[in-house]
Protein backbone atom coordinates (compact mmCIF):
# COMPACT_ATOMS: atom_id res chain seq x y z
CA UNK A 1 0.00 0.00 0.00
CA UNK A 2 2.97 2.47 0.95
CA UNK A 3 4.55 1.52 -2.28
CA UNK A 4 1.54 2.59 -4.50
CA UNK A 5 1.07 5.97 -2.36
CA UNK A 6 4.29 6.79 -2.72
CA UNK A 7 4.51 6.03 -6.23
CA UNK A 8 1.34 8.66 -6.82
CA UNK A 9 3.22 12.25 -7.43
CA UNK A 10 2.05 14.30 -4.83
CA UNK A 11 0.81 16.78 -7.35
CA UNK A 12 -1.86 14.65 -8.17
CA UNK A 13 -3.08 15.84 -3.39
CA UNK A 14 -4.14 19.32 -5.20
CA UNK A 15 -6.89 19.94 -7.58
CA UNK A 16 -7.63 22.72 -9.90
CA UNK A 17 -5.43 25.15 -12.37
CA UNK A 18 -2.85 24.62 -9.30
CA UNK A 19 -2.86 20.51 -9.58
CA UNK A 20 -2.79 20.49 -12.91
CA UNK A 21 0.34 23.06 -13.50
CA UNK A 22 2.17 21.31 -10.74
CA UNK A 23 1.22 18.07 -12.37
CA UNK A 24 2.39 19.02 -15.80
CA UNK A 25 5.43 20.86 -14.70
CA UNK A 26 6.30 17.45 -12.69
CA UNK A 27 5.68 15.41 -15.94
CA UNK A 28 8.32 17.98 -18.04
CA UNK A 29 10.83 18.54 -15.31
CA UNK A 30 13.54 21.01 -15.55
CA UNK A 31 12.90 21.40 -19.21
CA UNK A 32 9.30 22.32 -18.82
CA UNK A 33 10.59 25.41 -16.73
CA UNK A 34 13.04 26.52 -19.58
CA UNK A 35 10.27 26.27 -22.02
CA UNK A 36 8.28 28.15 -20.10
CA UNK A 37 10.67 31.07 -19.43
CA UNK A 38 11.57 30.74 -23.20
CA UNK A 39 7.50 31.18 -24.46
CA UNK A 40 7.29 34.23 -22.34
CA UNK A 41 10.23 35.90 -24.03
CA UNK A 42 7.47 35.72 -26.97
CA UNK A 43 4.53 35.87 -25.57
CA UNK A 44 4.49 38.64 -22.81
CA UNK A 45 1.36 38.97 -21.30
CA UNK A 46 1.88 35.21 -19.26
CA UNK A 47 4.74 36.51 -16.87
CA UNK A 48 7.64 33.79 -16.13
CA UNK A 49 7.46 34.31 -12.39
CA UNK A 50 3.89 32.48 -12.24
CA UNK A 51 5.91 29.24 -13.14
CA UNK A 52 8.73 29.93 -11.50
CA UNK A 53 7.91 29.42 -7.57
CA UNK A 54 5.66 26.25 -8.67
CA UNK A 55 9.27 25.07 -9.59
CA UNK A 56 11.08 25.54 -6.38
CA UNK A 57 7.82 23.76 -4.98
CA UNK A 58 8.31 21.13 -6.37
CA UNK A 59 12.28 20.85 -6.02
CA UNK A 60 10.91 21.43 -2.08
CA UNK A 61 8.73 18.52 -2.54
CA UNK A 62 11.85 16.77 -3.65
CA UNK A 63 10.35 15.90 -7.22
CA UNK A 64 13.00 18.52 -8.86
CA UNK A 65 16.62 19.49 -8.95
CA UNK A 66 16.82 22.94 -7.25
CA UNK A 67 19.99 24.08 -9.24
CA UNK A 68 18.92 22.61 -12.80
CA UNK A 69 15.85 24.28 -12.84
CA UNK A 70 17.46 27.96 -12.05
CA UNK A 71 20.01 26.32 -14.85
CA UNK A 72 17.26 25.41 -17.03
CA UNK A 73 15.35 28.40 -16.46
CA UNK A 74 18.68 30.82 -17.09
CA UNK A 75 19.13 28.97 -20.16
CA UNK A 76 15.25 29.74 -21.95
CA UNK A 77 15.86 32.85 -21.35
CA UNK A 78 19.79 33.39 -22.71
CA UNK A 79 17.87 31.12 -25.95
CA UNK A 80 15.05 33.72 -26.15
CA UNK A 81 17.19 36.93 -25.69
CA UNK A 82 19.45 35.35 -28.50
CA UNK A 83 16.76 35.69 -30.69
CA UNK A 84 15.34 38.95 -30.56
CA UNK A 85 19.24 40.30 -30.64
CA UNK A 86 20.34 38.19 -33.38
CA UNK A 87 17.03 40.00 -35.04
CA UNK A 88 17.62 43.37 -33.85
CA UNK A 89 21.44 43.01 -35.59
CA UNK A 90 20.39 42.02 -38.87
CA UNK A 91 16.89 43.48 -39.25
CA UNK A 92 17.90 46.98 -38.13
CA UNK A 93 16.35 49.54 -36.22
CA UNK A 94 13.40 50.74 -38.63
CA UNK A 95 12.67 47.20 -39.72
CA UNK A 96 12.71 45.65 -35.97
CA UNK A 97 10.63 48.30 -34.82
CA UNK A 98 7.99 47.60 -37.93
CA UNK A 99 8.15 44.19 -37.11
CA UNK A 100 7.70 43.96 -33.60
CA UNK A 101 4.67 46.22 -34.07
CA UNK A 102 3.17 43.81 -36.61
CA UNK A 103 3.04 41.25 -33.53
CA UNK A 104 -0.55 40.65 -32.20
CA UNK A 105 -1.17 42.53 -28.98
CA UNK A 106 2.53 44.58 -29.17
CA UNK A 107 2.93 47.84 -30.80
CA UNK A 108 5.90 50.21 -31.48
CA UNK A 109 6.16 51.52 -28.30
CA UNK A 110 7.22 48.40 -26.45
CA UNK A 111 10.22 48.50 -28.78
CA UNK A 112 10.63 52.18 -27.80
CA UNK A 113 10.23 52.02 -24.46
CA UNK A 114 13.14 48.84 -24.56
CA UNK A 115 15.47 51.33 -26.74
CA UNK A 116 14.87 54.29 -24.15
CA UNK A 117 16.13 52.12 -21.72
CA UNK A 118 18.99 50.77 -22.98
CA UNK A 119 20.08 53.94 -24.91
CA UNK A 120 20.03 55.66 -21.11
CA UNK A 121 21.86 52.71 -19.04
CA UNK A 122 24.00 50.48 -21.89
CA UNK A 123 24.84 47.85 -21.28
CA UNK A 124 23.56 47.67 -17.75
CA UNK A 125 20.44 47.74 -18.86
CA UNK A 126 20.75 44.15 -20.30
CA UNK A 127 21.77 43.00 -16.80
CA UNK A 128 18.88 45.36 -15.18
CA UNK A 129 15.91 44.84 -17.98
CA UNK A 130 15.83 40.90 -16.96
CA UNK A 131 13.76 41.86 -13.97
CA UNK A 132 11.20 44.11 -15.75
CA UNK A 133 7.94 42.51 -17.58
CA UNK A 134 8.05 43.45 -21.53
CA UNK A 135 11.26 45.02 -21.12
CA UNK A 136 13.33 42.04 -20.52
CA UNK A 137 11.34 40.65 -23.59
CA UNK A 138 12.81 42.98 -25.90
CA UNK A 139 16.07 45.05 -24.26
CA UNK A 140 17.74 42.43 -26.25
CA UNK A 141 16.84 44.12 -29.95
CA UNK A 142 18.20 47.27 -29.02
CA UNK A 143 21.60 45.67 -27.72
CA UNK A 144 21.41 43.84 -30.97
CA UNK A 145 21.17 47.08 -33.32
CA UNK A 146 23.81 48.37 -31.42
CA UNK A 147 25.54 45.46 -31.97
CA UNK A 148 26.50 45.21 -28.39
CA UNK A 149 29.19 42.44 -27.68
CA UNK A 150 27.53 39.12 -27.96
CA UNK A 151 29.59 37.43 -25.10
CA UNK A 152 29.13 40.69 -23.27
CA UNK A 153 25.78 40.33 -24.33
CA UNK A 154 25.26 36.80 -23.16
CA UNK A 155 27.05 37.48 -19.67
CA UNK A 156 24.99 40.24 -18.84
CA UNK A 157 21.86 38.30 -19.67
CA UNK A 158 22.96 34.97 -17.80
CA UNK A 159 23.73 36.58 -14.99
CA UNK A 160 20.38 39.02 -14.51
CA UNK A 161 18.21 36.22 -15.50
CA UNK A 162 20.17 33.69 -13.05
CA UNK A 163 19.73 36.39 -9.96
CA UNK A 164 16.06 36.89 -10.90
CA UNK A 165 15.04 33.45 -12.08
CA UNK A 166 16.85 31.98 -8.88
CA UNK A 167 14.98 34.67 -6.44
CA UNK A 168 11.42 33.44 -8.08
CA UNK A 169 12.31 30.13 -7.67
CA UNK A 170 14.38 30.00 -4.10
CA UNK A 171 10.90 31.90 -3.21
CA UNK A 172 8.77 28.93 -3.97
CA UNK A 173 11.56 26.64 -2.70
CA UNK A 174 11.68 28.09 0.97
CA UNK A 175 8.12 28.75 1.63
CA UNK A 176 7.49 25.24 0.97
CA UNK A 177 7.51 23.81 4.09
CA UNK A 178 4.50 27.05 4.46
CA UNK A 179 2.75 26.33 1.34
CA UNK A 180 2.63 22.74 1.08
CA UNK A 181 -0.08 22.50 4.31
CA UNK A 182 -2.48 25.22 2.44
CA UNK A 183 -2.27 23.85 -1.19
CA UNK A 184 -3.09 20.70 0.89
CA UNK A 185 -6.10 22.43 2.14
CA UNK A 186 -7.38 25.04 -0.04
CA UNK A 187 -5.98 23.98 -3.42
CA UNK A 188 -9.48 24.34 -5.19
CA UNK A 189 -9.98 27.78 -3.69
CA UNK A 190 -6.86 28.87 -4.53
CA UNK A 191 -6.68 27.45 -7.94
CA UNK A 192 -10.24 29.83 -9.03
CA UNK A 193 -8.32 32.67 -7.18
CA UNK A 194 -5.21 32.13 -9.45
CA UNK A 195 -7.47 31.48 -12.65
CA UNK A 196 -9.33 34.83 -12.17
CA UNK A 197 -5.94 36.96 -11.56
CA UNK A 198 -4.81 35.75 -14.69
CA UNK A 199 -7.81 36.48 -16.86
CA UNK A 200 -8.28 39.63 -15.49
CA UNK A 201 -4.44 40.41 -15.80
CA UNK A 202 -5.02 38.79 -19.89
CA UNK A 203 -7.91 40.90 -20.19
CA UNK A 204 -6.69 44.50 -18.63
CA UNK A 205 -3.70 43.37 -21.12
CA UNK A 206 -5.57 42.80 -24.23
CA UNK A 207 -8.27 45.98 -23.73
CA UNK A 208 -5.37 48.52 -23.25
CA UNK A 209 -3.71 46.79 -26.07
CA UNK A 210 -6.10 47.20 -28.17
CA UNK A 211 -7.56 50.92 -28.06
CA UNK A 212 -4.27 52.11 -27.66
CA UNK A 213 -4.03 50.55 -31.65
CA UNK A 214 -7.69 51.87 -32.20
CA UNK A 215 -6.41 55.58 -31.01
CA UNK A 216 -3.66 55.05 -33.01
CA UNK A 217 -5.19 54.20 -35.87
CA UNK A 218 -7.71 56.80 -35.79
CA UNK A 219 -5.40 59.34 -35.31
CA UNK A 220 -3.52 58.02 -39.00
CA UNK A 221 -6.81 57.93 -40.90
CA UNK A 222 -7.32 61.89 -39.69
CA UNK A 223 -6.60 64.69 -41.93
CA UNK A 224 -4.38 67.17 -41.28
CA UNK A 225 -5.82 70.09 -40.20
CA UNK A 226 -4.77 72.17 -43.01
CA UNK A 227 -6.20 69.91 -45.62
CA UNK A 228 -9.68 69.78 -43.20
CA UNK A 229 -9.77 73.32 -44.47
CA UNK A 230 -8.99 73.06 -47.81
Not at 15 to 29: A, Q
Not at 88 to 109: C, E, F, K, S
Request: proline letters at 6%; a neutral charge; glycine letters at 10%.
Amino acid sequence: MSAVTDAIAPSAEYSGFIGWVLHLMETLGEVGVGAAVFIETFVPPIPSEAVLPGAGFLAYDGRMNLWFAILAATAGAVLGAWIWWLLGAWLGRDRTRALVARIPLLDADDFDRAERFFLRWGPLAVLLGRCVPLVRSFISIPAGIERMPFWAFTLYTTLGSAVWNGIWIGLGYAFGPAIKPVLAEWSGLLSNLVLGGIALLVVWFVVTRVRRIRREAAAASDPAPEAAEV
